[in-house]
């Protein structure tokens, strides 16, 4: 399996791409990731990739995998982030239950 992209690959990669700076381009990105923790609560999408979205989770019953023992979990909310469709579809191959035949 192929290592993942480190900030810095990233950084530099963007900084070719767009003929900017480094400083430049981890500025945009501190930026984003800013303005994305501030507007998650209301939904925050980078069209293309996906969207950040607060989830509220309702109470429920869980068990303790040590003791089997039932308890109780409290209700929470939850961030998630929501794959795009068009990234799904570029970077998922094409399934069998999806051709038609």
């Not at 400083?23 to 998650?40: R, S």
């Not at 209700?75 to 998922?92: E, G, P, Q, T, Y």
């Amino acid at each position: 399996m192929a290592k993942a992209m480190s900030k810095t690959a990233l950084v530099r990669h963007l900084a070719e791409q767009n003929e900017m700076t480094r400083a430049q381009v981890n500025a945009f990105i501190e930026c984003l990731a800013g303005t994305a923790y501030k507007e998650a609560k209301n939904g925050f999408t980078i069209p293309g990739l996906g969207k950040l979205v607060l989830v509220a989770r309702k109470a429920r019953w869980g068990r303790n995998p040590a003791t089997g023992e039932k308890i109780r979990i409290k209700a929470k909310k939850v961030v998630k982030f929501r794959i795009a469709k068009a990234a799904k579809d570029s970077i998922l191959p094409p399934t069998a239950a999806k051709k038609k035949r």
